[in-house]
């Protein structure tokens, strides 16, 4: 038995989708939710202006989340659009409208912009599934893994992107991981990418000494 079921495939824009979860009830309110080879969890404070600034490309990620739960009753809206050069769905821009649901994931798939929006208090976790290419060098790098739009860019210009084709295999992930985890530095803030003309840009935010030493 298999718990990688489809439930819902949207033909808007071509393997956009919702899996089933694996989540297990443990009480009349509560339930464990199993992850997969990666899992990242996103937590967006509560009462605070917690909306993401730019959308998110992957090239090389296909993202898998799960909407936990929300600090307000306002529809999470997932506004999307698919980069991809080679698909037939190329340019199309489509909206979902959910709510938090543990038991069930969107698929987004690599090369699609996406710009989650009502997100106070947001906890989203993430169970990416991992591509390479060869013409990319087979590198999984944090830099080119993704790129930044401007929030406000009208969606009909969105640039196109040739996206990885290879599944990393289960065995490579803990080296995928580790070179992640090796580049990680805590006085960089999360880096924006952006494209200016076919090049990619790295911005990055230096953290200040003091920025480190938590609050009384």
């Known amino acids: ?3 990688e079921i489809v439930l819902h495939e949207y033909s808007e824009i071509k393997d956009l989708r919702w899996i089933r979860n694996i989540d297990i009830p443990s009480g009349p309110n509560s339930s464990i939710l199993l992850g997969g080879k990666v899992t990242t969890l996103v937590i967006r404070q509560g009462g605070r202006n917690t909306e993401y600034a730019v959308w998110g490309i992957h090239l090389g990620t296909d993202d898998q989340l799960t909407f936990v739960s929300k600090a307000d009753d306002k529809p999470i809206v997932v506004r999307l659009v698919d980069c991809r050069k080679d698909s037939p769905t190329s340019g199309v821009y489509f909206e979902i409208e959910t709510t938090p649901d543990s038991s069930r994931r969107l698929v ?6 996406h710009l989650p929006t009502n997100c106070n208090g947001l906890i989203t976790l993430n169970t990416p599934a991992l591509y390479w290419d060869f013409r990319r060098n087979g590198s999984m790098k944090l830099e080119i893994d993704v790129v930044n739009i401007e929030r406000d860019r009208d969606v009909t210009k969105f640039p196109l992107y040739e996206t990885c084709r ?8 803990p080296a995928a991981l580790a070179v992640y985890k090796d580049r ?11 494209d200016r003309g076919g090049q990619l840009y790295v911005l990055r935010k230096r953290i200040q000494d003091d920025e480190l030493v938590p609050s009384p």
């Not at 290879?166 to 992930?173: E, H, I, L, R």
């Not at 990680?184 to 952006?194: C, T």
Request: proline letters at 14%; hydrophobic letters at 45%.
């Open 184 to 194: 990680y530095n805590p006085r960089y803030r999360a880096p924006f990418v952006f």
């Open 1 to 3: 038995m298999t718990y």
């Open 166 to 173: 290879f599944k990393v295999p289960d065995w490579a992930y």
């Open 108 to 113: 987004i798939p690599r090369g699609v912009a």
